[in-house]
């Protein structure tokens, strides 16, 4: 396997899909940044004192999910809309649990109530409307919605003790998508195309289901490797691997292509541009190119990338930055 010095004390590799070509790549060092960060508002009244930080955001960067926690560790879940006072998103009784939203402003999330039951909802405009449950499914899990308003997510068979990958056109019925043995669906492109992973006793293997009535591919990636994907935009996604060594490392894919990357770092973020947002060793959050370049999201604190925006934005990512108290970030300059 070629390898390719990115930087000291971190190493690229390539990974491929089954019956590929290997191929490596070198980075250049990345570029000194202009970021500016830009802190989203909190509720009136909110202490100093207390956690912050962005959980998802759609395409547009016109709305974003997050968190708030005090120094009891009490939650509170928020949205903004075009960087806004936001809303508590408390829309059914239970524990409320926000966890995408799409260009349109659709809030997919889920509520637990006092019997421990899980319902999953959308919520869009001041509007919830709850989501179909599978009769046969327990632990319902949604995961991720796209433009379109595609549900992608997963349950429990409670027979089996199987995880089932769903799928809900629309927001409408669920879908129980093909795979042998447990699974999770846990990320959808705009063109339907549902990234996860699957369990046997053999280990972790991702999946990509190209359609919802076909049979998954499976992704592989360095040798003896447990893979999970966890993102897709466009037709990029990224996953993590665990190494036979158990250490822990992250990789990027294509769907067009038979060529993988992998990265010495958890990737947190990617574009529809095929650029990953991750952290190096020495703590700085850099985004990476595929063309090998990069630049540093480098503002005053330690800032953490939980949304990458597409090139051509006036956003660059979002996510947190912290400095005794973290805040809800968005980030833009970064790739001038």
Known sequence: MQISVLRPAAVLTSVVLAGSVVAGITPAAAESSSCVATELPLPAGTPSNVFADVTASDSSGRYQLGSLQ???????????????????????????SP???????????????????????????????????????TGIAPRAINDRGDVVGYGQDPVTADSVPLVWPGGGNPQRLRASGSADAVDINEAG????????????????????????????????????????????FVGIQTLS?????????????????????????????????????????????????????????????????DRGQSLDAAGSRDYGFSRAILWSGCSN
């Open 193 to 236: 195309v549902v990234v996860g992973s699957t369990w046997t006793d053999a280990g972790e293997t991702a999946l990509v289901w190209k359609g919802w009535d076909d049979k998954p591919v499976a992704v592989t990636g360095e040798a003896g490797a447990d893979i999970g994907l966890t993102k897709i935009r466009g037709n990029w």
């Open 70 to 96: 005090d120094e009891q560790g009490n939650q509170t879940s928020l949205f903004w809309t075009d960087r806004g006072a936001p809303v508590v998103l408390a829309p059914l009784p239970g524990t409320n």
């Open 245 to 309: 060594d158990g250490s822990v490392i992250g990789a990027r894919w294509n769907l067009r292509s038979t060529k993988g990357v992998s990265f010495p770092d958890i990737l947190d973020g990617v574009n529809s541009s095929g650029d990953v947002a991750h952290r190096t060793a020495d703590g700085t959050t850099v985004v990476s190119r595929p063309d090998g370049t990069q630049y540093a999201i480098d503002t005053v604190g330690f800032n953490s990338v939980r949304y990458l925006y």
């Open 99 to 137: 966890i995408d939203v799409n260009d349109k402003g659709t809030v997919l999330g889920t509520t637990r109530d006092a019997d421990g039951k899980t319902q999953p909802w959308l919520y869009s405009h001041g509007v919830v409307r709850k989501l179909p449950v599978p009769a046969h499914l």
